[in-house]
């Protein structure tokens, strides 16, 4: 098995990379110039926004990981370039140079938009607006229609590892207008190594699957344990659903998290 991963040097890719070193996976990383990869990564110098890099990065692979993205800016043109023109780019790149090779998608689960009486599943319809998801939506569609033996793993929100994620939430209570009982499905980083290594073996393709651990946390809970003082409301929460999901079809398939609650996170030290 030989993988190449795309987004290899942001915050969940440079954590995949690491562990698929110590696993002993062959791999490769697209990156741009200036990027630093982790000792044992093969470095392919490229961009999913230059199609001519592609062909050098996806010939001779068995799998292709596609986390590359961009959401941490108000640039809405650019998150869709990203988003969807770079898949597309990486899709064409496979589809001509390499298709019997298996194509794993990144998606994130706030393609489920607020009109939800139940946690997103992977069956509902997928109505987000905001560019970020929507992107991701006409991403995957690109790929399930591509003819490519293809994966899509849902992921909610991603912590661990002293990345940040959990401490900001605080921060987004007031500018977000986040309920305190607003409720998050999480995934530890180690968790997305144990999702895709999953994935890898076959039991999810031509699948959308959701990935997250076992126990969603409020935001009230969230701050408490990251030290922030949590805000109380007894205004009545609406659209409750919304962060939350169905991650039943994961299990079903063979995935359980090792890092199973944010609370062993913080009781092992892997916060």
């Given amino acids: 098995m030989t993988v190449l991963v795309t987004g290899g040097t942001g915050l969940v890719g440079s954590r995949l990379l690491k562990r698929f070193v110590e696993a002993g996976i062959d791999t490769r990383a697209l990156a741009r110039t200036g990027k630093d990869l982790p000792i044992g990564v093969t470095r392919i110098e490229g961009d999913i926004l230059s199609p001519e890099t592609l062909v050098a990065a996806v010939e001779g692979v068995t799998d292709i990981i596609h986390l590359a993205a961009l959401f941490r800016t108000q640039d809405e043109v650019e998150i869709w370039k990203v988003n969807h023109e770079g898949t597309r780019n990486l899709i064409d790149a496979v589809i001509e140079h390499n298709p019997a090779a298996r194509f794993l998608m990144a998606s994130t689960s706030n393609v489920y938009g607020p009109e939800l009486s139940h946690p997103g599943r992977e069956d509902d319809e997928v ?50 207008k986040w309920h305190p009982a607003k409720k998050l499905s999480v995934i530890h980083h180690e968790d997305i190594a144990t999702a895709i290594e999953l994935a890898l073996t076959g039991v999810m393709d031509t699948r959308v699957v959701n990935i997250a651990d076992e126990s969603p946390l409020t935001i009230y809970e969230i701050s408490q344990i990251v030290g ?7 205004e009545p929460l609406v659209n409750p659903w919304i962060g939350h999901v169905d991650a039943s079809l994961s299990r079903s398939l063979g995935f359980q998290p090792k890092v199973a609650t944010v609370y062993q996170a913080q009781r092992e030290g892997k916060l």
């Fill in 228 to 234: 922030a003082i949590p805000q109380s409301s007894d």
């Fill in 127 to 176: 109505t987000a607006k905001q560019a970020y998801p929507a992107s991701k939506i006409a991403a995957e569609k690109e790929l399930r229609e591509s003819g490519l033996n293809w994966v899509v793993l849902r992921f909610p929100f991603v912590y661990g590892e002293k990345d940040g994620h959990m401490e900001s939430i605080p921060g987004f209570i007031s500018s977000m």
